[in-house]
């Protein structure tokens, strides 16, 4: 589903490259944990995937395509092919649970009856049900998360990727939230996620995938976080 | 694509950035009205020109006794051989369509007829005026030197009066407004570019979060820059609009109430509507297309997609 070919980036105004050579194959329905210290790579990696950056050295594949040969009017196609879910949430002030969530069909185009009838079906499948119409500020961290993941899943994206998702988020919550990426993960999407969380990591024995300072140092299939400590 | 979302963006985004769109609008009707203003003025001397320069003769101004210390007319009077030999001369001419000729007799009364109400046409008797051949030119603008310096200096003929110096005073004031309305044009349109450039940043800035949801979600590259290449596009469109309301109440004002009222000019010499609506379409098509290239130029540096 996601693979790195030697793939080095240095961003224009550093001399140290945020990542390293690193080559690493993600599957399909794969459910992998990203950790490392603040400025290892994580964010560069997840970035080159959506190519929000493009890769200095060496190749990415993802769904089978050569993300560097992908001209720009094609990138959006790519996007849709993936979700994704911030620390911060990211979800428009001004527009009620709904409107977030169908905010993500409008902008592509989708047909007005398919929108009626899908965002319903994922705010319950995130446990909003009856909470369609308040709007962001009225709800709590962990369910502004959930309608982000919403907003992600809504487009049925092969990929979710997930930068900190439980970053601002206290433990309880944090837990219902990844069983949430569990659940979305179950129905065959591949999740990657960025996290510091260690509790997590070590709680959902998945892979794990560790950078130092963009290096790949630890790539194991059923992992913990501190184990190169 | 949805148009109804995208024109309600763009919507959204005017109403927010108010005050700065309604600068713009009227920097850019400003801009267009001048430039408006330079081309019709182009096809007021153009329209002139053809009405008058058309019309204009060869006028032959012939010797009186009284010119003998003229150095045209040293012998004094034009005699009737003279006079004959200029007329035969006239008339074999190819470039020539007409000759007219004007005698004492005829100019005197066409001077009692102009100043009848004044006492100067009482000290006036019909020797004090000038015999004259009025010569009509199939070609004026290219034939009038060639006939007009084949007169000058000739036994008999005073002077050769060329009637296109006087036009040519009227043009050149009127080129002189035409410059400057095309220079204060070119400035007022810089501005309009710097305020586009202003407008779409802040909007940009204003919509980043959408945006960057926008191009997370995948939405394509046009449906992020639409409502803001609308919204650029709107600024133009209304500016224009405002351009041509004032061309039309100019032309309204200024030649229809103002010039034709009080001027003797002939009715074909003044620009019509039709040039109003020609140059209203030019106007309208230089501010969309300016605005909606700028607009666009700014995104590709301000908004990422």
Redesign the interface.
């Known amino acids: 589903m996601i693979r790195l070919d030697d793939v080095t980036k240095v961003y224009p105004s550093q001399a140290r490259p945020a990542l390293d050579d690193v080559s690493l194959e993600i599957d399909k329905g794969e459910f992998v944990f990203l950790v490392g210290a603040s400025g290892s790579g994580k964010s560069t990696l997840l970035r080159l995937i959506l190519r929000e950056e493009r890769a200095t050295a060496g190749t990415v594949f993802v769904a089978g395509k050569d993300i560097a040969r992908l001209s720009n009017w094609k990138v959006p196609q790519l996007r849709r092919q993936i979700g994704t879910v911030f620390q911060d949430f990211r979800l428009l002030p001004n527009k009620t649970v709904h409107e977030n969530v169908a905010f993500a069909l409008e902008v592509t185009g989708r047909p007005g009856h398919l929108i009626a009838k899908v965002v319903p079906e994922v705010i319950e499948l995130v446990g909003l049900a009856g909470k369609e119409d308040r709007y962001p500020g009225e709800l709590s961290g962990g369910e502004q998360q959930r309608v982000a993941v919403a907003r992600a899943f809504v487009n049925r994206p092969s990929i979710l990727i997930a930068d900190e998702p439980t970053g601002n988020l206290d433990p309880t919550t944090s837990v219902g939230i990844m069983k949430l990426l569990d659940r979305i993960n179950r129905t065959g999407t591949t999740v990657v996620m960025a996290t510091h969380d260690a509790d997590i990591v070590d709680q959902m024995r998945r892979r794990v995938i560790e950078l130092e300072h963009g290096h790949l140092v630890r790539d194991q299939a059923r992992g913990v976080y501190g184990y190169a400590r | 694509?949805?148009i109804s979302?995208v024109a309600s963006e763009a919507a959204t985004g005017l109403r927010r950035n108010l005050t700065m769109t309604v600068a713009a609008v009227l920097v850019i009707s400003i801009a267009l009205a001048l430039l408006g203003t330079a081309n019709l003025i182009r096809q007021q001397i153009n329209e002139m020109q053809r009405f008058w320069l058309g019309k204009v003769e060869v006028s032959l101004y012939l010797c009186r006794d009284i010119d003998s210390d003229r150095p045209t007319c040293p012998d004094g009077a034009i005699t009737e051989a003279q006079r004959i030999d200029i007329q035969q001369s006239l008339n074999e001419l190819p470039q020539v369509s007409e000759v007219f000729y004007e005698s004492k007799q005829d100019a005197f009364e066409r001077f009692q007829e102009q100043f009848a109400d004044s006492e100067l046409a009482d000290n006036i008797s019909p020797d004090d005026m000038q015999e004259s051949f009025r010569a009509t030119l199939n070609n004026p603008e290219e034939d009038y030197d060639v006939v007009a310096s084949a007169f000058e200096g000739r036994p008999g003929v005073e002077q050769v009066v060329d009637m296109r110096s006087f036009f040519d005073t009227i043009f050149n004031v009127l080129n002189g407004f035409q410059v400057g309305a095309l220079g204060v044009a070119a400035v007022a349109l810089i501005a309009t570019v710097l305020l586009i450039v202003v407008v779409i940043r802040v909007a940009a800035f204003s919509r980043r979060?959408?945006t960057?949801?926008?191009?997370?979600?995948?939405?394509?590259?046009l449906?992020?820059q639409l409502p803001f290449l609308l919204e650029g596009a709107f600024a133009g469109f209304v500016g224009g609009l405002l351009a041509c309301f004032g061309l039309a109440l100019g032309k309204y004002l200024l030649i229809d109430q103002l010039f034709r009222e009080s001027f003797v000019f002939n009715e074909a010499s003044w620009i019509g509507w039709d040039h109003v609506l020609m140059t209203c379409s030019m106007v309208m098509a230089i501010g969309l297309i300016v605005s909606i290239v700028v607009s666009y130029l700014t995104l590709l540096k301000y908004l990422r997609?």
């Open positions: 694509m949805r979302l979060r959408e960057s949801i926008m191009r997370l979600v995948g939405a394509s590259n449906y992020i997609v």
